[in-house]
């Protein structure tokens, strides 16, 4: 199973680096991100399924509806079918006012579903206090959630969080310094010196020399044209632009909680001898119980009386060894040979784990050794 699952990984590795990448695939343009936005809002309309007499729902609507030119305390509210909820976006790059986003809503208080409950108008914030969208709208919600009066109950899916299409409407723009500066700068999504040279090359090799130079492992820096509109159409070449990325650093990733083992194609392993057995001990109990018995003589004879009852301990101990499988890893041995090696012996996965950690240990595993 494990030779299956990394001969597929190094066939799917093998395909991917006969062919050239675009740099949209493999960098991004600094600055050019998307900006969290958060609120907190109501929901209404619910069919029963509400926070109740919550506190925090009570004040909500309380607050809500006094803005609406009524008084009214919280005593005379019910929010059964009304829900306090915290509200999610993502605001992306270049977004102008009046386009729309998609919002996700959550229940922060005891609501048991949001499904057919409708987001009454919510401000979202950014991280610096100011409020760049505003949503509102009718909550899609994929899960559902019933009970009974006896307590049963029945949950699919999640029914405490609805999404809302296109809810949310920009009110704000975010600057962005893709028009402010002279060059753009090129952030790898992996850094890694090869490739950022690699990448300012196939650049100047496109649009001329000097016209992109790598800054560090991460960074690559381009002069773009001043106008604006001449800008966006390089950028969009400049994207387009194929290279073949360096090969990445051998590594090899072990998940500690589901026991999967990625090896990276670039793992070589030193000479070095790997004995792998198990020994297994067996303890068996089996303890003698024995009937004590005292003879009294009598006029009528002897009489045997019974007495306490000893128990004999009787312990079986038997240790078994199976034969120990020592293989040997000639210089600069490729993963195909380490996986047919460690296969042999009929490793598991657990075991092939055991064998790496002792291979780095010894200075013999030519790779970063990562657990997730």
Do not use: C
């Not at 990394?6 to 960098?27: E, N, P, Q, T, V």
């Not at 402010?180 to 090359?201: C, E, H, I, P, Q």
């Not at 020592?326 to 092939?352: E, H, K, Q, R, Y």
Request: hydrophobic fraction near 45%; proline fraction near 5%; aromatic fraction near 2%.
């Amino acid at each position: 199973m494990i030779r299956t699952l990394i001969l597929a990984l190094m066939l799917a590795l093998g395909a991917g680096a006969a062919h050239a990448d675009r740099i949209k695939d493999l960098a991004s343009v600094a600055g050019v991100r998307s900006n969290p936005l958060v609120g907190y809002g109501v929901v209404v309309g619910l069919a029963g399924s509400g926070d109740g007499n919550t506190g925090l729902t009570l004040q909500s609507l309380q607050s809500l509806i006094s803005r609406l030119g009524l008084v009214v305390e919280t005593a005379d509210l019910n929010a059964k079918n009304a829900a306090a909820v915290m509200v999610t976006a993502e605001l992306p790059p270049f977004a102008k006012e009046g386009q729309t986003i998609d919002v996700t809503v959550s229940t922060v208080g005891s609501a048991k579903s949001l499904k057919g409950g409708t987001l009454l108008m919510t401000p979202l914030m950014g991280a610096d206090g100011q409020i760049y969208a505003i949503a509102q709208g009718n909550l899609v919600v994929g899960g559902l959630g019933v009970s009974g009066e006896d307590g049963s109950s029945l949950t699919v899916n999640i029914p405490t969080v609805g999404r809302v299409p296109e809810g949310g409407q920009v009110e704000k723009v975010v600057d962005a310094p893709f028009n402010d500066s002279d060059n753009l700068v090129l952030n790898l999504n992996r850094g890694d010196f090869s490739t950022a040279a690699s990448m300012a090359k196939a650049i100047n090799e496109v649009f001329g020399p000097d016209i992109a130079t790598p800054i560090d492992a991460t960074s690559v820096s381009v002069r773009a044209p001043y106008d604006p509109g001449q800008r966006v159409a390089f950028m969009g070449m400049i994207e387009n632009v194929e290279l073949t990325p360096d090969a990445p650093a051998a590594k090899v990733v072990i998940n500690s909680r589901s026991g999967t083992v990625v090896i990276g194609g670039n793992v070589r392993v030193t000479p070095a001898a790997v004995s792998h057995g198990s020994l297994t001990v067996n303890i068996k109990e089996d303890p003698t119980v024995t009937q004590g018995a005292t003879v009294v003589n009598g006029d009528n004879g002897a009489v045997v009386v019974p007495g306490q009852t000893t128990t004999t301990p009787d312990t079986t101990v038997a240790a078994t060894e199976e034969k120990a499988h020592t293989f040997v890893f000639d210089a600069g041995v490729s993963l195909s040979s380490l996986v047919d090696a460690i296969n042999a012996v009929g490793a598991s996965p657990s075991d092939l784990v055991a064998i790496l950690e002792s291979l780095r240990e010894a200075g013999a595993l030519r790779a970063e050794l990562v657990v997730i």
